[in-house]
């Protein structure tokens, strides 16, 4: 099928079949899995997830293929929509999802966040992702990638990089590698916290690297806050602080008299 990859999609189409073989292998796939792919484009992925899985969703937002993924895979729940715009507690069942897809670079930030906004509902996730982003997610400690995505993924998931991808197996070649990402949606959440003041604290405290954290959160949406009852260092810098100094904090933010003022 000769049709090409649209920039406007950030489409760079896999052309390499062992990177599909790592990318699925993690996903460890049962006939009764409830899948859903994130861009099948031509349905080079499509194709192996096909042999393996009953259920397999694809959101597609590109119309020119969805015609011939209709013919090639007659059993393929086709979505032609954006991935960012659906709401994927209506494609769970018996079964949480189980996410895959060769995402278009440009929109990796957007996607994760989704992926966490819905985490409930998914058991894991298989992306190809630019490689400095994956690295910034399982990034150690006072490390220059360490940051936002490190502390929410190490909250919300356990992360881990497959293998880094070289930018050959793409058409058309991008000017970047890129990485397969495991996200496995296993962990806990804290009982009683704020998931979504947990990542504006988050969110806040990296707002100014350079700065200690009593500094960037004076210039955030948490300068009203009395942070002088708090037992933590805010003379740190944010990327000195570990998953559950960030959970202690936002204890202390939504218990504070900032949150009863702020309702």
Known sequence: MGIKPLKKFGQNYL?????????IRPLNLQSSDNVIEIGPGKGFITEEIYKLVDKV???????????NLEENFPNLRLIHSD???INLRSYVDKNKLKIIGNIPFNLTGNILFKLLDEA??????????????????IAKKKTKEYGILTILFNYFTTPKIVQKVSSNVFLPKPNLDAAILQINFNKEEEPNLDKNLFIKVVKASFGNRRKTL????R???FNNCDFSGLNLPLTKRAEEFNVEEFIELTKYIQNSLWQKKTK
């Open 15 to 23: 052309i390499d079949k062992n990177i599909v073989q790592n990318m």
């Open 214 to 217: 009593n500094n960037s959160l």
């Open 83 to 85: 991935f960012l715009k």
């Open 57 to 67: 969703t694809g959101i597609e937002i590109d119309s020119r293929v969805i015609k």
């Open 120 to 137: 409930a509902n998914i058991e894991s996730a298989i992306l190809i992702v630019p490689h400095d982003i994956a690295k910034r997610i």
């Open 219 to 221: 210039n955030s949406i």
